[in-house]
């Protein structure tokens, strides 16, 4: 049984098949890149393995467990982290507020350890500060240091994204989704997006599912690529094999 | 690499700076020694105010941290009220546990109407609080055990041996509540759980993907909304001496929401000092008339246009009002006005706001 | 005693239906429950009674007045307070309508104070006509039949005006709309003037069979809301049902159970529809787009 295996995924939203019968295998250490034009429903695919969206067809499976239909909390605790096209940060909260909601499900303090955080022996305490002293790598790592006490909702676009990237790390996943990181960026900037992806594969034991609207940086960084056009899967393979694949190359040029 | 020895609980802790507790003192003596320096009769206003900063606190928790409306925390106050007040009065269980108690009890109906709330999204929760506001006082007013619409008489309290008879003596005991539930609720917001209903109102979605079962620490904030709103309840009925259903009426329910929504919805100071400014109009409904020059000339306009009989539903006016100017102006409210007056000042020290190079080393 | 019964539940569901198609429309276009949709009207039934009472006008007038009163003070509801806020999120637009319900609230009961009037009106609540074994006032036949026709109205402007289907299409699809030249700027305006003539002409049906005083509308607020949850809060079909169907309810459980907490019927019909079917009975559930 692979790490993660996706079988037979659909999902429909009234008359239209926004993904029709996708399946794919990753290994665990493994860069997998999923890629295809706008609207061909890659993102519809991260939804379903995390939980928000319920497939109507299909299985998914991790470390051998089917997962599909659980809630997105429960997938959460799996060791499933993702980041979202469209940000979704808790914008009003601070980084370092967002990445300790990273790190909600390997804590454990109630409504009577927190209201009771009387002083820095009292357990909550010690839960926080233990937590906060286990996210500060990843904040240097990804260079949020400057931000760390800022309101994200007022962060420019590029950090907002480095800061949901460092919330999903906190959560310390064996999977981690990854949905168009480089989106909106200048060629500098998706330069960095791979050395980080990279870096991030190379220092942390963790499985990254990729969607990249850039092709070029999605094949660049990936070991296995899927590629989709309008919900279906029209290529699968080593990323030299979907370079030259007509179809992938035919559903670019048809795309403009 | 930067801050090795960055101490991690200082993020958390009541103090940060070397000054808060010289103010944190500089409080507990004004609270102390307001009671002894004021006449008698404003005792019991600042007991009342004190009241409704606890309800504020709670309504906190809930619009403000997890964004869920409530239209029917009145009816907690009543749960709180009435089951301290049944306890004492028919299991003669002595105040401080019949106070404890109607704090559960609240929580436990909060938990109940938090239920629904796992499935239901904004209007759908707000109209189903407002049913059980209504309900809570229709149920009240039509049962015996509950005294019907005659209301009933608060029995006389003691703490362990001293009898809590005057005003003052209620004071001490009301305020140095609300002084521990403040703390407690401040301390909740910076630890796991208030993160977590804090995440709720920024992305429910988001929050689900970082594990908060988020139908859970939905049900959850209610119930601890309810609970602090209980506890008022108790120490209402406390204050009062009588109960009867007409007091948990919808209006006060909507009072409720006003002031934290006046103070700042998700802020703890906003919504103490919402819940002040509100307690005393709530309860000083007339107050307008006496005041220096405006008092007259609302009087004489109410003759000319309203009429005098009604002028005390002119609070209600100013109430509405003020929700709809704050959430015209600064839906933040007064904590918000307070950042932006704070964010102007720091702009004109420094211009440094450029966050988007944030080379190591830099801090 | 069912007849009875069920003519009295058609009824009390007339003014709920009323209610609830007035908070639908709304809703539909904007997503606000409107929580001052019963204030509106009850100031308005006060504007009638003002005219009724005070400068002595007839009936027909008087009406005429309290309903373009109505309309314009959901223009203005509209135009001067909605659409004007810094940051309409849900939460803060139901707050407004909150805000706004209670500075009317607080205004009615300024200007008119809070006893309980005799409100004038041409058709009795006492005068009763017999149905076979069922006897009914002549005020809950015409509040029946009142409702009836202007429900009917207002399905009629929105299916087969010119003006009607142009609002719903932007109901649906605003930018679709736009390009297809209807503003929808005043489309959400009329909806606002519309839905506070409807629940306008709720308060003047109750207003003669309870009293008049400034929480003349919290009673009917409540039950339009349950009845457009337990219809859905999307579809006015659905909400009208809705509102005849609690009326019904209502009154069975009042005749058969208890007369003393019939209130309560409705919180515990909200709950529990909700619980089973979160987008009411007739209603359809949408999924959020990430
Ligand atoms: N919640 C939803 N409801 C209706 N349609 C949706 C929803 N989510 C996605 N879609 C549709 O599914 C298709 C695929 O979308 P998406 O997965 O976002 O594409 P991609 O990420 O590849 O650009 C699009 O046509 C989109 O409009
Ligand atoms: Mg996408």
Not at chain 2, 41 to 60: D, K
Not at chain 2, 122 to 140: C, K, S
Not at chain 3, 158 to 170: S, Y
């Amino acid at each position: 049984m692979s790490f993660f295996a996706v079988d037979g995924l659909t999902m429909r939203f009234g008359g239209l098949t926004a993904l029709d019968d996708v399946s794919f295998e990753v290994d665990r250490g493994m860069i997998f890149s999923i890629i295809g034009p706008n609207g061909s429903g890659k993102s519809t695919a991260f939804n379903c393995i995390s939980g928000i969206y319920q497939p109507t067809a299909g299985k998914i499976y991790f470390e051998g467990e089917g997962i599909s239909g659980l809630a997105p909390h429960h997938i959460a605790r799996l060791g499933i982290a993702r980041t979202f096209q469209n940000i979704e940060l808790f914008s009003t909260e601070t980084t370092i507020d967002n990445l300790m909601l990273g790190r909600h499900q390997h804590m454990h303090s109630g409504v009577w350890s927190g209201v009771a955080m009387l002083g820095r022996a009292t357990s909550a305490a010690r839960e926080e500060t233990e937590n906060r002293e286990r996210v500060q790598w990843i904040i240097e790592l990804l260079d949020l240091v400057r931000v760390r006490d800022r309101p994200v909702g007022e962060l420019p676009y590029g950090t907002q994204k480095r800061v949901e990237l460092a919330r999903a790390l906190a959560m310390e996943p064996k999977l981690l989704l990854v949905d168009e990181p480089s989106a909106g960026m200048n060629a500098d900037e998706r330069a960095e997006v791979a050395v980080r992806m990279r870096e991030l594969r190379a220092e942390l034991d963790v499985t990254i599912l990729l969607i990249e609207h850039h092709v070029q940086l999605a094949i660049g960084l990936a070991d296995r690529v899927l590629a989709l056009n309008f919900g279906k899967p029209i290529a699968q393979g080593a990323p030299e094999e979907i370079r030259q694949h007509p179809e992938v190359i035919k559903a670019y040029l048809g795309d403009g | 690499m930067i801050e090795p020895t960055r101490d991690h609980y200082q993020d958390i802790r009541l103090f940060t700076a070397r000054g808060s507790w010289i103010k944190l003192i500089l409080l507990l003596v004004v609270l102390v020694s307001l009671p002894l320096l004021l006449p008698g009769y404003r005792v019991f206003t600042l007991n009342y105010m004190a009241v409704f900063v606890i309800v504020g606190l709670g309504m906190n928790v809930l619009v403000g941290y997890t964004g869920q409306v409530s239209l029917g925390h009145a009816g907690f106050l009543a749960i709180g009220a009435y089951t301290m007040v049944l306890l004492m009065t028919r299991l003669a269980v002595p105040f401080p546990l019949a106070l404890v108690m109607a704090g559960f009890v609240s929580a436990f109906f909060g938990f109940l109407l938090g239920l629904p709330a796992l499935r239901l999204a904004g209007p759908y929760l707000a109209i189903a609080t407002l049913g059980f506001g209504l309900a809570v006082t229709q149920i009240i007013a039509h049962s015996a055990l509950f005294g019907g619409h005659m209301g009933l008489v608060v029995p006389d309290a003691t703490v362990g041996p001293f009898p809590l008879s005057g005003d003052v003596s209620k004071y001490y005991v009301i305020v140095g509540i609300t002084f521990v539930l403040a703390l407690g609720v401040r301390n909740l917001s910076v630890t796991r759980v208030g993160r977590a209903f804090r995440a709720i109102s920024d992305s429910e979605i988001a929050a689900a993907t970082m594990g908060v079962d988020v139908a859970y620490y939905k049900t959850l904030s209610f119930a601890v909304s309810a609970a602090l709103t209980g506890v008022a309840g108790g120490l209402l009925a406390l204050m009062t001496g009588f109960i009867s259903p007409g007091v948990f009426t919808f209006t006060l329910s909507l009072m409720f929401l006003a002031m934290v929504v006046f103070g700042g919805l998700g802020s703890i100071t906003g919504a103490v000092l919402g819940s002040i400014v509100m307690g005393y109009l709530n309860l000083e409904m007339d107050a307008f008339q006496e005041l220096p020059v405006l008092g007259p000339a609302l009087e004489g306009f109410s003759e000319r246009f309203m009429s005098t009989v009604g002028l005390p539903n002119f609070g209600w006016v100013v109430t509405g009002m003020l929700i709809v100017f704050t959430i015209l102006i600064e839906p933040r409210g007064l904590y918000g006005l307070w950042i932006r007056a704070l964010d102007t000042t720091k702009r004109s020290k420094s211009t440094d706001a450029d966050l988007s190079r944030s080379g190591p080393g830099a801090d | 005693m069912l007849p009875q019964v069920l003519a009295s539940g058609l009824s009390a569901g007339s003014i709920y239906a009323l209610m609830a198609l007035a908070l639908v429309i709304t809703y539909k276009t904007t997503e606000v429950p409107n929580f001052a949709q019963g204030d509106m009207a009850m100031v308005s039934a006060f504007i009638a009674y003002m005219f009724l009472t005070d400068f002595e006008t007839g009936f027909i007038f008087a009406f005429g007045v309290a309903l373009v009163f109505a309309f314009l003070l959901g223009v203005g509801f509209e135009g001067l307070l909605l659409r004007r806020m810094r940051k309409p999120t849900h939460l803060n637009l139901i707050i407004m309508t909150l805000g706004f319900t209670l500075a009317l609230f607080g205004f009615a009961g300024w200007k008119w104070g809070a006893d309980q009037r005799h409100f004038p009106f041409p058709i009795s609540a006492n005068e009763v006509i017999r149905f076979g074994s069922v006897s009914i006032s002549t005020l809950s036949v015409a509040t029946i039949l009142i409702a009836g026709i202007l429900m009917l109205l207002v399905f009629v402007f929105f299916r087969f005006t010119k003006l009607g289907v142009a609002m719903q299409a932007t109901q649906q699809d605003p930018i679709a709309a736009r390009i297809n030249g209807v503003p929808a700027r005043a489309v959400v305006g009329l909806t606002f003037g519309i839905s506070s003539v409807i629940g306008t002409v709720a308060a003047l049906l109750t207003a003669p069979l309870i009293t008049l005083d400034p929480t003349l509308m919290w009673d009917a607020l409540l039950k339009g809301f349950a009845a457009a949850v337990l219809g859905g809060l999307n579809t006015p079909v659905g909400a009208v049902l809705g509102g005849y169907l609690l009326g019904v309810i209502e009154n069975l459980f009042g005749a058969y159970v208890s007369v003393e907490f019939k209130s309560v019927v409705a919180f515990l019909i909200i709950v529990i529809v909700l619980w089973f079917k979160p987008s009411g009975l007739f209603g359809r559930h949408h999924e959020r787009k990430v």
